[in-house]
């Protein structure tokens, strides 16, 4: 993630993070189309959000696949505003 990081800052004026919640496992994601198990932990999607903070380099991001209609409790919803605020540099881990 840190090459990634270091590679796609070097190479333009900032970087646009596109997070699918369908990336994370459902355990922790159920509200999403296509839910897949094996997907990103909590603790993976904080990290990878908190190294994009540090980064210093995000300039754009948006969150697609949250559906309100296959979740449960508002997990996924309130697991996607969790992930923007750490991508935008609150510390959880």
Avoid: C, Q, W
């Amino acid at each position: 993630m840190r090459e990634a990081l270091f590679i796609a800052g070097k190479a333009s004026d900032g970087i646009h993070l596109s997070l699918d919640m369908d990336a994370l496992d459902p355990v922790h994601a159920p509200g999403v189309g296509t839910p897949v198990r094996g997907g990103l932990t909590y603790r993976e999607a904080h990290m990878v959000m908190e190294l994009i903070a540090d980064s210093g380099h995000l300039i754009g991001m948006d969150v697609v696949e949250v559906n309100p209609i296959l979740d449960r409790e508002n997990a996924t919803a309130l697991l996607a505003v969790e992930l923007v605020m750490s991508a935008l540099g609150k510390k959880i881990i």
